[in-house]
């Protein structure tokens, strides 16, 4: 758990470094994480957070070119603003965006 949450400091910590010019370790693996088109790579990833540290790794995530299927997963989220980040994305599915017109929050039924 405590690895885990090092991981999110890291990423949110070097971002913007100068001295890594851009390119931080872990950049490299969000991007697997959200090209991967298996899902379960991300519930392994985040296995043992914090809701809060799970849902700070997911924003993080969702600024990232996502695949198809980690949208679709990610659209089903219990949480309503990746939900709704995940309707904004302009590479959702139109079969995932149908569904969310029904989704219980009215934020992510407007997305």
Wanted: with cysteine.
């Amino acid at each position: 758990m405590k690895r885990n949450r090092l991981k999110i400091c890291h990423i949110r910590n070097t971002a913007g470094s100068n001295k890594l010019k851009g390119k931080h370790p872990a950049k490299k693996t969000v991007q697997k994480i959200a090209l991967s088109k298996d899902p379960s790579v991300l519930e392994k990833y985040t296995m043992g957070m914090k809701d809060e540290e799970r849902l700070d790794f997911i924003k993080i995530l969702l600024d990232y070119d996502l695949s198809a299927e980690m949208l679709s997963y990610l659209s089903r989220d219990k949480d309503k603003e990746v939900r709704e980040r995940a309707a904004q994305n302009p590479k959702t599915p139109i079969e995932i965006l149908k569904l969310l017109v029904g989704d219980e929050d009215q934020w992510v039924r407007n997305s």
